[in-house]
């Protein structure tokens, strides 16, 4: 399993969006907006909106606000246009770091992450000096319950996931993006629960940080990871499990 995704489950366990709920709803907020921007305001037409939100609803965002967004989104409401941008950059031991940003202020937002990394041992790269470490992916973290899970894999596989990790709790399935609706459909029918859906940057290779690097490291992506225009930051460092009951602690 990747540092990425190792992060990820440690930040569920944490309740990191209990902690910041009014900053997670801007963000929620945002990625509505652009997914109905660009895909239009019916969610039955629009699976980047569908996916949007059900992450708010997962997040308890309030339904008012989800309408808001999506009428601001299809041209309905008030609110400055905003531009998708993905920034690369490094952290420490060469760790690659994808940031993606919505923002209405690109110089803003640059000078923001870039004090960032520069402030915790990071630097900015230039356009496409890390992308090529990653590829989209389909993830769905599905919980245990009773089902064996050598069964809910054969489901997921059968259904056409190209991988499954069954070692920790959640289970994760990983699938191509265009395959993340039917897959979830799919273990939906089994009776299984879906926890999280959504389409990640999966790195293709991985560096492993000692406790301190990688400390330093998850540091860096999480204040990254606070800055109101940052959507999302995938990375590519692996590390022991120890490091997080660090973080946790």
Do not use: C
Request: no cysteine; aromatic share 4%; hydrophobic share 40%.
């Amino acid at each position: 399993m990747s540092g990425h995704s190792k992060w990820s489950q440690i930040k569920r366990q944490k309740g990191v969006a209990d902690v910041k709920r009014g900053a997670l709803f801007t963000k929620l907020g945002r990625e509505i907006a652009v997914a109905a921007r660009q895909g239009g305001g019916d969610q039955n037409m629009n699976f980047r909106l569908r996916l949007a939100v059900q992450h708010a609803k997962e997040n308890n965002m309030p339904q008012d606000n989800i309408d808001r967004a999506i009428k601001r989104g299809a041209g309905q409401g008030d609110g400055a246009a905003l531009e998708e941008i993905v920034y690369e950059g490094y952290a420490q031991g060469g760790t690659a770091l994808l940031i993606e940003a919505l923002t209405d202020n690109r110089n803003r937002t640059v000078s923001e992450i870039r004090n960032i990394l520069t402030r915790g041992g990071g630097s900015l790269g230039t356009s496409g000096s890390v992308a090529w470490i990653f590829e989209s992916k389909g993830v769905l973290t599905v919980a245990r319950g009773v089902k064996d899970p050598e069964e809910i894999a054969l489901v997921a596989i059968d259904n056409g996931a190209e991988d499954v990790s069954t070692d920790g709790d959640p289970i994760e399935v990983y699938t191509a993006p265009t395959d993340l609706e039917h897959v979830k459909d799919a273990l939906e029918g089994q009776g299984l629960k879906i926890e999280s859906a959504e389409i990640v940057m999966q790195p293709k290779n991985t560096v492993f940080l000692g406790e301190k690097e990688a400390i330093q490291a998850l540091r860096l992506v999480e204040r990254l990871e606070e800055l109101d225009d940052v959507q999302k930051v995938s990375f590519n460092a692996d590390f022991d499990n120890e490091v997080l009951e660090k973080m946790n602690a």
